[in-house]
């Protein structure tokens, strides 16, 4: 058996035995205005909308997936929505649990403690709570392989980043759950697949590997958010994840470009400045996933609460 044949063993027998456990709403004090209007946003980089700063580093936008969630809602419901993000850029599941070595300070010591917090005081005034995470469990790892070339290290972070994901990823929806209460809409979604545009670098075996990876992260998380009752945004359709159908003549890219890497090009900046992250459109392209899945936003107007 190769490496690569017993690595997807190993994750394969993790997804087997490790089972999400389903725990039950907790409840929680809220305003006593009932009707429902803030998008709550609790993710990675994400969900505050980082985008490349054109000077080779990153910043927060108001162009992400929780701003244009806002904006979609506003045109079908009431322009007083707002939204309220909690997101930390390279944030993990650990992280998101604990706070350790968060790139994100919170008054109560962690993201999901500070979101939590502050969903089960308002949570009559909220119309949707999104969830992105467990991408950056196995994307911290990516340098062992490409940049150490150091296939064991490789695959021994991959098997741990999945064990935290099928560990962690039931408390958190547990956790925004119980502060939400039963009646909160919670919307979580798959992944994309940047690494993608290996291909373009003459790295098939990187396309593919990444692909599986992704694919792999994608079911779990589907099958931990179903326990729970919770919609997934299929992002990862959206982006034509692991289609490999050849795009005859994609200019400026090379004809016949797999059409998952003609997908990444124009959604995201991986193939103008080498940044992992969506674009505007791209961002968009989230946010209608999202919205198509979630129940419908009944909104009047928000009160001056904090």
Not at 23 to 51: C, I
Not at 94 to 99: F, K, N, Y
Not at 160 to 189: S, Y
Not at 267 to 281: E, K, Q, R, S
Request: charged share 15%; proline share 8%; hydrophobic share 45%.
């Amino acid at each position: 058996m190769n490496g690569r044949n017993r690595f997807f063993v190993v994750v394969a027998t993790l997804l087997a035995v490790t089972a999400p456990t389903v725990a039950t709403a907790a409840p929680g004090n809220a305003p006593d205005d009932t009707t429902r209007k803030w998008v709550v946003s609790v993710g990675t980089s994400l969900s505050v909308g980082v985008q490349p700063d054109g000077a080779g580093g990153t910043t927060t936008t108001g162009d992400g997936y929780a701003d244009q969630i806002v904006e979609l809602l506003a045109t079908t419901t009431d322009d007083k929505v707002q939204v309220k993000k909690f997101g930390c850029p390279a944030e993990t599941t650990v992280r998101m649990v604990t706070g350790e070595g968060s790139a994100c300070t919170y008054d109560h010591g962690s993201q999901l403690a500070e979101a939590a917090h502050w969903i089960a005081r308002h949570r009559k005034n909220i119309g949707l709570v999104t969830l992105d995470v467990g991408i950056n469990d196995l994307a911290g790892c990516r340098g062992l392989l490409i940049d150490e070339n150091d296939p064991e290290a490789f695959e021994a972070c991959i098997a741990e980043g999945f064990t935290n994901v099928l560990t962690l990823t039931p408390q958190i929806v547990a956790a925004l759950r119980a502060a939400a209460g039963p009646d909160v809409p919670i919307v979580a979604m798959d992944y994309y697949n940047a690494l993608a545009a290996a291909y373009l670098l003459g790295q098939p075996e990187l396309m593919d590997l990444s692909d599986q990876l992704v694919v792999t992260l994608n079911g779990a998380l589907h099958a931990i958010y179903g326990a729970f009752g919770v919609p997934v945004a299929p992002v990862a359709v959206a982006y034509n994840v692991a289609d490999l159908t050849p795009v005859a003549d994609p200019a400026p890219l090379p004809p016949d470009t797999p059409l998952n890497v003609v997908t990444v090009c124009v959604l995201t900046h991986m193939c103008t400045a080498g940044d992992i992250h969506p674009n505007v459109t791209g961002y968009g392209i989230i946010a209608q996933a999202i919205v198509a899945v979630a129940p419908p936003l009944p909104v009047t107007e928000i009160p001056n609460n904090g």
